[in-house]
C-alpha cells in the first residue's frame, strides 16, 4: 500500500499538493491538532473517498491534555491556527502563549507499528512547528523511522531558539539512514525534492 502521512495538515492545501504528486497512492492521511483548521481540511478534502483527517497532533506520547498554544492575528480572522504549537519554546509567528486549547496527541511511533505494514511505502510530511526535533528523534531511537520511505519537513529550528548545530544533529541522523534531505527548509516543506 502507498500512503501519504501529513502531520500539520493546515487546511488540506499540502494534501491537495499530494494527490497531484503522488495520484497513485492509497490513502492520503492528514493531521491537524488546530480545530478550525481541522474543520477547514476535513470540509475542503470530504469530497475525496482515499483522504481521512485526524484531529490529532503527532507527538512523542499520547494525551488527551496537551496544550496547543495558538497564534492570535488582530482583524476579522482573530484567533487563528496557522503556525500553532505544542512547542512552548516557540516565539514567532504570532504566537501568543495566554490563548490555548486543550488537543489530543497521539505517539506517532506507535500509530506507525500499529497501523502499517514494513512493507507499505509511506511518505511523511511534516510542518509542526518545532515539535518535528523530538518526533524525529522518537522515531529513530523506537525504530518506527523504518516504517517511513519519503520525508519532506519544514524545519523550525529559528522560531523555537534550538541551535544550529542541535538542528544538524536531527538532519545528519535522518540523512545517515538514508533519507534524502537538505535541512535547509524552512518556508515549504516539498522543496526538499531534489
Known amino acids: 500500500m502507498k500512503i501519504f502521512i501529513d502531520l500539520g495538515a493546515y487546511n488540506g492545501d499540502t494534501i491537495k499538493l499530494a494527490m497531484k504528486k503522488y495520484p497513485d497512492f492509497d490513502r492520503y492521511i492528514g493531521f491537524e491538532p488546530a480545530p478550525s483548521l481541522y474543520k477547514k481540511a476535513k470540509r475542503?478534502?470530504?469530497?475525496?473517498?482515499?483522504?481521512?483527517?485526524?484531529?490529532?497532533?503527532?507527538?512523542?506520547?499520547?494525551?488527551?491534555?496537551?496544550?496547543?498554544?495558538?497564534?492570535?492575528?488582530?482583524?476579522?480572522k482573530g484567533i487563528l491556527g496557522s503556525g500553532s504549537t505544542l512547542c512552548g519554546t516557540k516565539t514567532s509567528g504570532n504566537i501568543n502563549k495566554k490563548i490555548t486549547v486543550t488537543v489530543r496527541t497521539i505517539d506517532f511511533a506507535e500509530y506507525l507499528r500499529d497501523n502499517f505494514s514494513i512493507d507499505d511505502f509511506i511518505v511523511l510530511k511534516v510542518d509542526i512547528e518545532g515539535t518535528e526535533y523530538?518526533?524525529?528523534?522518537?522515531?529513530v531511537t523506537t525504530g518506527a523511522i523504518s516504517y517511513v520511505d519519503k520525508i519532506y519537513c519544514e524545519w523550525h529550528y529559528k522560531r523555537i531558539g534550538l541551535s544550529k548545530d542541535k538542528h544538524q544533529e536531527v538532519v545528519d541522523s535522518l540523512k545517515s539512514l538514508g533519507y534524502k534531505i537538505t535541512g535547509y527548509s524552512t518556508r515549504d516543506e516539498f522543496n526538499n525534492d531534489r
Open 44 to 76: 475542503r478534502l470530504k469530497k475525496y473517498s482515499k483522504v481521512k483527517m485526524r484531529m490529532l497532533a503527532a507527538s512523542i506520547t499520547s494525551s488527551k491534555t496537551a496544550k496547543l498554544f495558538l497564534n492570535y492575528r488582530r482583524g476579522a
Open 134 to 139: 523530538p518526533l524525529f528523534k522518537h522515531l
